[in-house]
């Protein structure tokens, strides 16, 4: 049997089986909610073998939706449409799949649990005492203290893990810049911080992605132009290299933002897992936060491919240890 993970996102759809196969494909869904049932339903056909569906997803806090409840169940819907009759479950930070109809009816259960579900798994590869999980994705970071193979987390939801700082909102691509350094500049949506890690050279340029705050391409020249304006200037005033360094303030800022809510999750953890598109971010947290710590790498230990769609990989995993719903 054929088991397909979905996470399904507010800026991405990801898939994933059990047998190493992933794909993570942009979808906008603030932009266009009514569309999310027709891309699930293309996304679930490129795995014509998928007898049942796993899903989790943190889309709901999209502000196209009126409350999260709204949002999970349009989640549910599009994925039950997209099933086309296949069995779907849904993963719960109670630790467990539940059914459609029960995630309706513990909509908070269910809500952004995709973190849950990538720290169950992610367990396996520290499976005594403690240890500390930093997942940094596009838009956000997840620290996860895990205690002998299990999340340890204070908090539950986005709204409670941000007070814990076990959720902190920033990621390496679409995170406002003034949104990390703050101070005497321009708090417009110039610049994210993929400007600044493509300038840095920590991500690479795409000159087909125009995902970003001004509409043009993310290639180097047009990253040095958007982060030159969030400091009130253009490239006429400002030197390639003062750009440059700008960029570096805001990585430093970053990895000192990751490293202090690290501190805060963890005192001591015996084994530090990363993953995720930033998972050079979070490895410079921990080895600020940490020295000397061992680090497991997911995107080492699963490839590049299965870590980037991590949480969807996770959702298979669980599942072959939990049959039944």
């Not at 009514?34 to 293309?42: K, Y």
């Not at 014509?48 to 999260?68: F, Q, S, V």
């Not at 930093?134 to 838009?139: A, E, L, M, P, Y």
Request: glycine share 8%; charged share 20%; proline share 5%.
């Amino acid at each position: 049997m054929t088991v397909l993970g979905l996470d399904i996102g507010g800026a991405n759809l990801k898939a994933a089986t059990s047998d190493n196969r992933a794909i993570s494909v942009p979808f906008a869904l603030w932009k266009q909610p009514d569309q999310l049932p027709a891309a699930l339903t293309e996304l679930v056909a490129r795995f014509p073998d998928a007898n049942e569906l796993a899903i989790t997803m943190t889309g709901e806090l999209c502000d196209c939706y009126e409350t999260k409840r709204q949002g999970v169940n349009a989640i549910l819907d599009a994925a039950a449409f997209s099933a086309k009759g296949r069995p779907v479950r849904v993963w719960s930070t109670a630790g467990k799949f539940v059914g459609i109809s029960e995630a309706r009816q513990n909509h908070l259960g269910v809500a952004a649990a995709n973190w849950h579900a990538l720290a169950t798994f992610a367990g396996r590869f520290a499976p005594h005492r403690g240890a500390l999980l930093i997942d940094i994705g596009s838009t956000s970071t997840d620290v996860i203290p895990l205690r002998d193979g299990v999340p340890a987390a204070r908090g539950l939801t986005d709204r409670d893990r941000l007070q814990s700082r076990e959720l902190v909102y920033l990621g390496v691509r679409r995170t406002p810049v003034f949104a990390i350094v703050p101070d005497r500049v321009c708090a417009e949506l110039f610049a994210t911080t993929q400007d600044a890690f493509v300038i840095l050279g920590l991500l690479p340029e795409d000159a087909a992605d125009c995902e970003t705050a001004n509409g043009q391409s993310l290639t180097h020249g047009h990253c040095l132009t958007r982060l030159a304006r969030v400091k009130g200037a253009d490239r006429e005033e400002l030197s390639e290299a003062a750009i440059v360094a700008f960029a570096g303030e805001v990585h430093m800022r970053m990895v000192q933002l990751v490293a202090e809510a690290a501190k805060y999750a963890c005192t001591d953890p015996e084994t530090a897992i990363v993953s995720g598109a930033g998972e050079f971010l979070a490895r410079q947290a921990i080895a600020a936060s940490f020295p000397g710590a061992p680090i497991v790498s997911l995107n080492e230990a699963l490839g590049p491919e299965i870590s980037a769609c991590a949480p969807a990989f996770a959702l298979t995993q669980i599942w072959a240890l939990q049959p039944g719903v």
